[in-house]
C-alpha cells in the first residue's frame, strides 16, 4: 500500500468545520493503514468509518481533546482504519480555527513505521548538536572567564 496525499489549504473561522467522504477498499488483507493528518497543531479531528451497514465507528484527535482519548498516540492525529474485506467508507471532520495547511495521507504500516523512525533520528540529531553547542560554549566560558559565552551555552 502506498501513501496518498492530498493537500488542504484553507482558512475556518471558529465555528468553521470541513467534511470529506471517502471510501476505500482495501488493496492487501493484513497490513494496517493509517490516516495522517500532517499538521499538529489542528484543534480537532473526527473520523468517522463503517463497514457496510454496520454503525458508525467515531474516533477523534487534536489540540482541544485530551491525548489520553485519542486513538493512537502521535505527534499529530492519526488514525488507524480496520481492514477487512469489503469497502470502507471514511467521513472526515477537521474542526480548526485559523489556516488549515495539512497533508492528509493514507499509509501503510511500513511507510508509517519509517516516518517515524525519520523524525526521531531528525530529532536526535537536532538535540546532540544542541548539547554539543552548550559543552562548547561552557568550555569556552570556564577557559576564558567570560560570561558571554556561559549565557550561550545556556541558551542552546
Given at each position: 500500500?502506498?501513501g496518498?496525499?492530498?493537500?488542504?489549504?484553507?482558512?475556518m473561522?471558529?465555528?468553521?468545520?470541513?467534511?470529506?467522504?471517502?471510501q476505500?477498499?482495501?488493496?492487501?488483507?493484513?497490513?494496517?493503514v493509517?490516516?495522517?493528518?500532517?499538521?499538529?497543531r489542528?484543534?480537532?479531528?473526527?473520523?468517522?468509518?463503517?463497514?457496510?451497514?454496520?454503525?458508525?465507528?467515531?474516533?477523534?484527535?487534536?489540540?482541544?481533546?485530551?491525548?489520553?482519548?485519542?486513538?493512537?498516540?502521535d505527534?499529530?492525529?492519526?488514525?488507524?482504519?480496520p481492514?477487512?474485506?469489503?469497502?470502507?467508507?471514511?467521513?472526515?471532520?477537521?474542526?480548526h480555527?485559523?489556516?488549515?495547511d495539512?497533508?492528509?495521507?493514507?499509509?501503510?504500516?511500513?511507510?508509517?513505521?519509517?516516518?517515524?523512525?525519520?523524525?526521531?533520528?531528525?530529532?536526535?540529531?537536532l538535540?546532540?548538536?544542541?548539547?554539543v553547542?552548550?559543552?562548547?560554549?561552557?568550555?569556552?566560558?570556564?577557559?576564558?572567564?567570560r560570561f558571554?559565552?556561559?549565557?550561550?551555552?545556556?541558551m542552546t
Open positions: 500500500f502506498e496518498q496525499q492530498t493537500d488542504l489549504r484553507m482558512v473561522a471558529a465555528k468553521q468545520r470541513f467534511v470529506a467522504r471517502m476505500l477498499l482495501s488493496p492487501q488483507m493484513g497490513e494496517e493509517y490516516l495522517v493528518f500532517k499538521m499538529p489542528l484543534d480537532a479531528v473526527h473520523v468517522f468509518y463503517r463497514y457496510g451497514d454496520e454503525p458508525w465507528t467515531k474516533e477523534s484527535a487534536g489540540d482541544t481533546l485530551p491525548m489520553l482519548s485519542w486513538p493512537f498516540f505527534r499529530q492525529p492519526t488514525f488507524n482504519l481492514q477487512r474485506q469489503g469497502i470502507l467508507s471514511v467521513v472526515v471532520e477537521i474542526a480555527r485559523g489556516v488549515v495539512a497533508p492528509v495521507l493514507l499509509e501503510g504500516s511500513n511507510a508509517f513505521r519509517q516516518d517515524g523512525i525519520d523524525a526521531s533520528i531528525t530529532a536526535g540529531l538535540i546532540g548538536v544542541n548539547l553547542l552548550a559543552a562548547v560554549g561552557l568550555m569556552a566560558a570556564l577557559n576564558f572567564r558571554g559565552f556561559l549565557a550561550i551555552s545556556l
